[in-house]
DNA sequence: GTTCGTATGTGATGTTATTACATTAGTCAA
DNA sequence: TTGACTAATGTAATAACATCACATACGAAC
């Protein structure tokens, strides 16, 4: 299930409006965006994106609170590595990018203390190039 | 400013209740640990762990919307790199650590990319290695 | 003592996320 | 066809996290 057109509905919906958005939307502003399409309650944005987080197709950003269109959309899985983001807080655009060495780094750390990691996160906030020079 | 004694009164109590703690608190359960201390209000909390904060006191764990008492007590301003979590979603631990590696890689990605980083989360979550083995 | 910055007290409100329960729709086997 | 099962959906209420607005108190500087 990593298509577009296999997903349900409400899914479906959730996704186009991440997919059209500029930046991260919490999960309110997409109820709000979709409130002509049916949508009254909190729930249904959450169910829709616990699923398109599942299936890889989105990412939640932690330190805001909001969700992202993943911007690898032929990698969805991520499966090499873990994903870093990089968000301007003038602009709202979100980088999305991943490297070997902290992903070893990382492992490094947690293979040498016995920890199993489920999830990490890694973002950076602060100013893009585009309004750091505006 | 960086000695307990010189905070305020509330500060001194916000502090001490997330040094006494095992793990990470959240700003309401503070809230109710201090409610014997004069405390009613959510912003006397708040107000308190922005200034333990900026000192570089506490750290706020921003995956899991929660505050917990820096593990340097010698180094509250980790001059030199980012700090990284290890967060067990077993027994609440949390591990502290810096990497001179990651701060590089970071730093190489937002120079190369003319990223002007004000803050930097890593936070990685899974299970310890006293609760993976037990 | 007046002024000013910082800290505090308090109620109301705003924002984010989950619980609980009812309903609907599709699948599959008896 | 019916019943059983699973996934998805609809809805209201509530919980959890955070800030705004305004009033008051305190200490240092002048
Ligand atoms: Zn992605
Ligand atoms: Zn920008
Ligand atoms: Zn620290
Ligand atoms: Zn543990």
Redesign the interface.
């Given at each position: 299930m990593t298509a577009t057109q296999e997903l349900t509905k409400n899914q479906s919906l959730v996704f186009d409006a991440l997919t059209r958005a500029e930046g991260p939307l919490s999960a309110y502003t997409i109820l709000d965006q979709l409130r002509n399409n049916g949508f009254r309650a909190p729930l249904q944005v959450y169910r829709a994106l616990d699923k398109l987080l599942d299936y890889g197709m989105i990412h939640r950003l932690?330190?805001i609170n909001a969700f992202v269109a993943c911007s690898h959309p032929h990698d969805h899985g991520h499966s090499h590595g873990m994903i870093?983001f990089?968000i301007?807080?003038k602009c709202g655009q979100v980088?999305e990018?991943s490297?070997d060495?902290?992903t070893a780094?990382?492992r490094e750390?947690?293979n040498g203390?016995?920890?199993?990691?489920?999830?990490?996160?890694?973002?950076?906030?602060?100013?893009?190039?585009n309004c750091?020079?505006a």
């Open positions: 932690e330190s870093a990089a301007c807080e980088s990018f490297d060495v902290i780094r990382v750390w947690t203390n016995g920890f199993k990691p489920s999830k990490t996160t890694i973002e950076i906030r602060g100013v893009c190039a750091g020079t």
